[in-house]
Every structure is written in C-alpha cells, then in structure tokens.
C-alpha cells in the first residue's frame, strides 16, 4: 500500500544557497532504508564533514539524519551539550553508535562545529 | 483560496479601508510586499538564529510546494517564509513541512486504510478513504497547525533541536471525519483514558521509535478533533500527511499525525518516546492545561499554544517618511479561546493603542490586525504588537525558557527608522 521511495523529494531542486561551497541535491541527502543506501549515506555524510581526526566516527550520524543538523546546532554548544545530544541519539533515537565512540564524536563536534573556546 | 478566506479578506480589506477613509486618515494601497529571505530572525526584530542555523538553511522547492527555508533535509524540515503570512489563511504549497523520521511512505489514497481499534474498542473496524468520506458526517474548522518549536533558534541561550524561526506554523480551513464519530463505530468502551494516533513514517533503522502519539480522550471526543482529508479545499500535500491526518484544533503540532494509518483507544497511557520522554514541559513553567495522565514528578507533556503575534507588514531598520503612517499590521492567535485585542506600540512599549482585528475566522485561526500610527518625530521607533486571548492570557516580556525550546511568545521589538 505504499512505497518508501526519496522519489517524494526527488524532483527538489535548490533554488538559493547561500554563497560558497555547493551543497548535495535534497535528493542526494535523502536515503532510502536499505543497508547499502545507509552505507553510501554515511560515506556522503563523511565528505560534507570538516576533514580532521574524528570526522570518520562522526560520519556515522549521517546514517539516520543528514548533516544540517549538525551544522544548525552550531555553534553554541559546548562539549557537555554534544555529548548530551550524540548519548540522546544512541538512548533514545537508537543510533548505531558505540558507546566508546561517544567521547571522540562529541569532541569531534565541539571542535569543530561546537562554541569556540573562550581566548584566555 | 476557500470561498471562505476569500470573503474574510475582501471584509476585511472593505472595513479596515473605510474605517481609514472615514477617519481621515491616507488610504494606501496593499502593503508591499518584502522580498523573501532566508528567514534570518533579527529583520524582524528577534534574537537572530544561531551562526550554523542563518549559515545552512536556504530556499528549496519539494514537490507540490513553493520555495520553502530548509532547515534540514532528510528527514525534512522546511518553514515557511514571511511574506505567506500576510494572509489569515496559508497556502497548501506555502505550509510548513516537519517530519521526524527520515523514511516517509508516498500512500495511496485508492489502497489507504485507516485502521480503528484498541482495547477500549468493541470491535476493530478499518475504513477507507471513501468510506471516511461518505459514512460520516463531514466536519469544518479554521485552526492554526504550529510546531511546539516554532521560534526555538530565538531562544537565548539557544536549545538543541531543529532551529526554526518564526514560520513553522500555518493556518488552514481542515475538513474531515470527526475522530469521536469514527471511535463510535468502533464501539468506544467507558475505561478509555487515551486515544493513540499512529503515522505511516518509519524511523531509517529498527531501533528509531515510531512517530506515535496520543490525546485524552476528552479531547480526542471533542467534535472540533477531525481526521482531515481536506485542506483549503484540497486534497493534503504530500508533505502535511496525505491522505489524511489528525487535526486538533489549539493543540500543538507534534499532536496533528501526519499520514494516520492507526488509532487506538486505550485504558493506559502512552508511554512510547515521542510521549513519555519527548515534547515535555517542566512542570508549573506555563498555564497551559495539564494532559492529566501523563504528568511525571518532574514534567508534563505540551498541550495547547501560547497566545501570540507576528508582525507581518515591517522589517528591522526600515525607513518609513515623516507624516507618513507606520502600517503595523500582523496576525494573532492563541490555544483555542479567541483573540480578545492585539495592542500596538511605536514607542518601544511607553504607549499602546488597541489594533483593529480582522474578520473572526473561528477561535482556533489566524486573527488578522492592523493599526496605522502616524509616524509625528524623526528617529528611530521600536514597534511591538501584543496579544491577549479571550482567555486573558498575554505574551511575555521576557523568555520562559525551557530545556527543548517550546511556547516562544516572546513580544516582537521591531525597529523602524522614520526619516
């Protein structure tokens, strides 16, 4: 009675991006629930993320959700708000990510898409 | 446009016209039209959106719909720009988008069935489409659909979360079944305490808990709770829950289920995560009414909308000529009382003067207001308009902050220059 298809936003064009690097198509963004889809999500998730130790593990996020949700809760969280919201997707969202991979994907996030630390 | 929204504004626009020609005062034309933006908020004379959030999000088309700001694509999130609120009604193809879980069904409405049952069911019935069209007595109502988030980017500090501005919201003429005739087919028993709603959208792994959600049953009976299959005369978007969702007028977004596939009547309470764990107040924070068999220790599940505003007709540190009026002009809305009064102010709050409200499209739409207050000193003016309900409920001053960032009815400050 129904199929799960990413045709429903296929046809999503972007209209206005804000000035800079291109972004991937609405399309590309939205996956299908296949494993191999989920794969080639994550790999997509890892290209669009700042290239620094920790980008690998972070990339996993990209599995469930894509990346602007990183990016538009930025940057305003410190390194206790990333680990609340990454142990919040494991707990409560069921993300596949390992519990000993929390601590390097929460500094991977505050790093680089966290509040800047304070100058002393 | 309904028949309806086209006699409201052609009222309106006739009263609030002669009411100025017979004051004396300059009829100006329509209002004009502000380009779209990106939904920055600080034009509009709130906090601005977090850095990541003003960054990211641009205009995007989805199928069936006008550019929309995405604030995420998969699973989609697009709120919809300014400039669709100069009316009390919003376009299908201006509404905003919210899905939680990113595998979103494409359904038939030919093969759709609606699947009624529970343990406070006599017996479990399935309708179709044209059986939730012909078998009951078809339903209307005028209701504001707002996500409990709407406004969270302006939260100081800012909350984890989708960082919408102020479009995730949209007001439209629902038309469908009433969920208390469907429950009646079913043979509603006396120990139901809560009605469960289900949506075809699945989370994109196993463990990702189903977008179910639930209402007391007093308000799941409450003849105004519709299961829509019609919006502004037209079948849903695909994006608002073809081919048909829960509607309950003055309640909060996350109640309205999108693509209903389920309902279920139950003795206990929901205690899944999106009703146990997510879309939670702190307790005793808002006078908001209590969704009593779901109260924790600590919080309580969101019920209705706050009272509030939006100023629709201005943008921070526009330039309006001396002698000139500054059109305030804007929509209101609350939890389902009515709007009682929308006041104005150009001195940043030292004086106020009441609004003319627009037509009354029912107690749960949009209320259109307006007032043209001569702009008399050069310099700059901060505008603000603030609404109170029928209920006597009025917008704060200052955030009530919460942990998820819900009921922003903060008053707008919009700053305006008269040259």
């Known amino acids: 009675m129904s199929t799960h298809v990413a045709s429903v936003v296929a046809c999503a064009i972007t209209v ?15 996956t299908p629930t296949s494993a191999a889809a989920l794969k080639a999500a994550v790999q997509a998730s890892s290209d669009e993320l700042a290239d620094a130790p920790g980008r690998e593990k972070a990339a996993q996020c990209g599995a469930c959700h894509s990346l602007d949700y990183i990016r538009m809760n930025s940057r305003f969280l410190e390194l206790a708000g990333w680990t609340t919201v990454v142990n919040k997707m494991i707990n409560a969202f069921g993300a596949p990510i390992p519990k000993d991979d929390v601590d390097a994907v929460a500094r991977y996030l505050t790093e680089h898409y966290g509040r800047p630390a304070a100058t002393p | 446009m309904t028949r309806i929204e086209l006699a409201a504004r052609g009222r309106l626009r006739r009263r609030l016209l002669l009411g100025a020609a017979g004051t004396g005062a300059l009829v100006l034309g329509p209002v004009r039209l502000i380009a779209a933006s990106i939904g920055g908020t600080a034009e509009l004379g709130f906090t601005e959106l977090p850095d990541g959030a003003l960054a990211d999000q641009s205009l995007q088309v989805l199928p069936g719909k006008v550019p929309l700001i995405r604030k995420t694509a998969r699973p989609p999130n697009f709120e919809t720009p300014i400039e669709y609120f100069r009316t009390p009604i919003t376009r299908n193809d201006a509404f905003f988008v919210r899905w939680h879980l990113s595998s979103i069904p494409e359904l038939d409405a030919a093969s759709w069935v609606l699947t009624v049952g529970g343990e406070s069911v006599q ?29 969270r980017g302006l939260f100081e500090p800012h909350v984890p979360g989708v960082q919408w501005g102020v479009g995730a919201m949209g007001n439209a003429a629902w038309r469908g079944a009433r969920v208390k005739d469907v429950l009646a087919r079913a043979g509603l028993k006396d120990d139901a305490v809560e009605v469960v709603f289900d949506g075809a959208d699945r989370g994109a792994l196993d463990g990702i808990p189903d977008f179910v959600k639930s209402l007391p049953i007093e308000t799941a009976l409450d003849p105004d709770t519709l299961i829509a299959f019609e919006m502004n005369g037209e079948p849903l978007p695909p994006m608002n829950g073809y081919p048909a969702r829960l509607v309950v007028p003055g309640w909060t977004g996350t109640y309205w289920v999108k693509s209903l596939v389920g309902i279920r009547a ?13 879309y939670r107040l ?17 919080n309580e599940p969101i019920t209705t909308m706050v009272v509030n505003s939006l100023i629709t007709s201005l943008r921070a540190g526009q330039h309006i000529q001396r002698g000139r009026p500054i059109g305030v002009r804007g929509l209101a809305w609350d939890g389902g009382s009515g709007i009682a009064r929308v006041d104005v102010s150009i001195d940043g709050g030292a004086t106020w003067r009441p609004a003319t409200l627009g037509t ?45 960032g819900y009921h922003h009815n903060v008053i707008q400050r919009l700053p305006v220059e008269v040259v």
């Open chain 2, 266 to 278: 139950t003795p206990t309470p929901e205690s899944n995560f999106w009703m146990g764990t997510a």
């Open chain 1, 16 to 30: 206005a991006v804000a000035a800079g690097a291109a972004r991937p198509s609405l399309a590309q963004e939205l």
């Open chain 2, 360 to 404: 009354d499209l029912g107690r749960y739409s949009f209320r259109e207001f307006e007032l043209r207050v001569p702009a008399v000193g050069k310099g700059a003016h901060v505008v603000m308009a603030r609404a109170t309900s029928r209920a006597g409920e009025t917008q704060v001053e200052r955030l009530i902050h919460n942990p998820a």
């Open chain 2, 123 to 151: 017996r479990e019935q399935r309708f179709t489409l044209a059986q939730l069209r012909s078998e009951f007595e078809p339903a209307s109502v005028n209701a504001v659909c707002q996500c409990s988030g709407n406004r």
């Open chain 2, 282 to 298: 702190p307790r005793g924070k808002f006078r908001t009414p209590s969704f009593k068999s779901q109260v924790k220790e600590a």
